[in-house]
């Protein structure tokens, strides 16, 4: 008894592996088929050779050559600077004593100044300065300028286009219509009724994007700025210009979001598709056929594996039809326990006969697999989070209403038919919104389409009488 549930044991465990055993993909499937059309669009994009402009073009466009290779310039002066409660203005005048550079201070600009530096540059402390006290200043050829802290005003260019965009993808699986009727009577004895007619849907998808940036830009600068008296800003979509009046630190928050928002904007991505149609067919056949892959120490058990019944898979060109319908045994020993187990061709029900002396097992599997063709390859290109759409295939226009005006006159009655065409797209639509960050990594948001619209006549029973 416990041999024998050592052997049974075995035996599931074959039958799991042979069940569940994942076969590998055979060479000139689909799956290679496309892989083979990918492939190609990646090596010839690689082959093609840069387009260079022409010699004169290049010529033109090259820059000049500053051949004035005089000495190297001098290293830049470095100091140890430490002062205590120094007035602002007597530290200002002071710090480019026995320097290259030039001081003018408003008269505006008090306080006093403490700190401790080492081995740093003018432009240097005049940053740590602005940063840490709120002196502002600037610099331009005749030296530094120091200003008070007040309300200033500054132009800035942003380069984009003025415009608004929007777009929304929707999925929609309706379970039909639901038709509800009221009816009214009044003292008169006149009677009204009302029919309100409802989509119930089962499930419903809705993505939705706007693109909106001048909006959205003043929007963001007024938070940075905040709503402080003789805070303002003024944007000119037209032209391109914003003209902000705030604090100075202010002002360079405002810079360094503008510089920001600017270089999410200008990034841009190639999309290019690739549309493949796959025809399924029964072309390919693959079998394992095993034969004594589990022997066991004695007796006349055995197993036997076949089908019943079927044949019909082999019907058509390149296969073998002398095996459909053929009755024989599965068993290379040919063991007495299964010679009454026969098969009538392949794709019938599945049948065995136990022998654990041996095991003896003809495993059949069809792929569908089919020829890849590629449709169309399109190729776009669209701004970061733009949404672009893709769209291969067809419009056709469909009668989708049908009325009629009847005129009677004293010449008799004349009947004025209205037909409404609507067009129906038949083909794939990808619509595509990208979001590129600052390395470069792109994510896609996909939503793609395939439709298909046929004619279909319908034949309804109205009033006895049939309408097509």
């Known amino acids: 008894m416990k041999t024998v549930s050592r052997k049974y044991f075995i035996l599931a465990m074959v039958l799991s592996v042979a069940g569940c055993q994942t076969q590998p993909a055979k060479q000139g499937t689909a799956i290679d088929d496309i892989r083979e059309e990918l492939n190609k669009g990646i090596v010839q994009n690689e082959a093609q050779p840069a387009m260079l402009p022409p010699a004169e073009i290049s010529a033109a466009l090259m820059p000049s050559i500053d051949l004035n290779l005089g000495g190297t310039g001098k290293p830049v002066d470095r100091f140890d600077v430490r002062v205590n409660n120094a007035e602002a203005r007597e530290f200002f005048m002071g710090l480019v004593e026995g320097t290259p550079y030039n001081m003018v201070v408003h008269p505006d600009v008090t306080g006093t100044i403490s700190l401790n530096l080492k081995n740093v540059t003018i432009p240097g402390v005049m940053e740590t ?73 089962s499930a419903k998808v809705s ?28 944007l000119s979509p037209q032209s391109g210009i914003v003209v902000v009046r705030a604090m100075p630190a202010e002002l360079r928050e405002v810079e360094g979001f503008l510089r920001a928002m600017q270089s999410s904007l200008q990034r841009q991505v190639i999309l290019e598709a690739k549309i493949l149609e796959v025809e399924l067919k029964d072309g390919f056949q693959s079998g394992i056929n095993w034969s004594k ?115 009677t006159g004293t010449g008799g009655t004349t009947s004025t038919p209205d037909i409404t065409l609507t067009p129906f797209f038949s083909g794939i639509a990808l619509d595509v919104t990208p979001q590129i960050d600052r390395n470069g990594t792109v994510t896609l948001h996909i939503h793609p389409s395939v439709s298909e619209v046929t004619d279909q006549t319908k034949n309804l029973v109205i009033g006895g009488q049939i309408q097509t």
């Open 129 to 201: 300065l602005r940063d840490v006290y709120g002196y502002e200043f600037s610099q331009n050829a005749a030296g530094f300028q120091v200003l008070p802290v007040r309300l200033q005003s500054r132009i800035f260019y942003v380069n984009y286009l003025n415009l608004k965009r929007s777009g929304s993808s929707e999925m929609t699986v309706s379970s039909g219509q639901i038709t509800q009727s009221s009816s009214e009577s009044s003292g008169d004895s006149s009677d009204s009724t009302s029919t309100t007619t409802e989509n119930q849907s």
């Open 207 to 234: 993505t939705s994007s706007e693109a909106d940036i001048w909006s959205e830009m003043s929007a963001s600068l007024q938070s940075i700025i905040g709503n402080g008296a003789g805070r303002s800003i003024t």
């Open 293 to 407: 892959i589990a022997k066991s120490d004695g007796g006349d058990n055995s197993i036997g594996i076949g089908q019943t019944g079927g044949g019909s898979i082999f019907d058509g060109t390149g296969y073998n039809q002398s095996l459909a319908g053929q009755a024989g045994n599965i068993s290379n020993d040919n063991f007495s326990a299964i010679d009454a187990l026969g098969i009538a061709g392949f794709g019938g029900v599945f049948s065995a006969a136990i022998k654990l002396a041996d095991f003896n097992a003809f495993i059949e599997l069809l792929k569908s697999q089919g020829n890849v063709q590629v449709l169309s390859s399109p190729r776009v290109t669209t701004m970061n989070n733009q949404k672009a759409i893709i769209k291969v295939g067809e419009d056709e226009f469909f009668v989708t209403d049908v009325s009629s005006e009847t005129t």
